[in-house]
């Protein structure tokens, strides 16, 4: 069951479409972080306008979300390795 949501960012509305509640609850949640990061850009970025203030949200948004991407990598990767070796270990002396 598809939902159409229209958001609304910098006032200019954003027509989408989410697939269900979970991604409507997600979406929401995302539109109120990028409008809290706007507000705190325009109470310290002085001279720019909104769509630059957009932008410079969506860029730390975005740069959070990768690094965050890249520590859960590394430590799926680290706990792989160690159950790994726990597996041989078991194998071994059983």
Do not use: C
């Not at 960012?9 to 979406?27: C, S, W």
């Not at 730390?60 to 070796?85: A, G, P």
């Amino acid at each position: 069951m598809s939902i159409k949501r229209t958001v609304h960012i910098n006032e200019r509305p954003y027509e989408l479409t989410v697939d269900n509640e979970q991604e409507e609850i997600a979406l929401n949640e995302a539109v109120d972080m990028l409008k809290n990061k706007i507000k705190e850009f325009s109470k310290v970025v002085t001279g720019r306008d909104k769509n630059d203030l957009l932008a410079m949200a969506a860029l730390e948004i975005t740069t959070n979300y990768v690094m965050q991407n890249k520590e859960n990598s590394f430590v799926e990767n680290d706990l792989t390795d160690r159950l790994k070796t726990i597996d041989q270990w078991l194998e071994q002396n059983m």
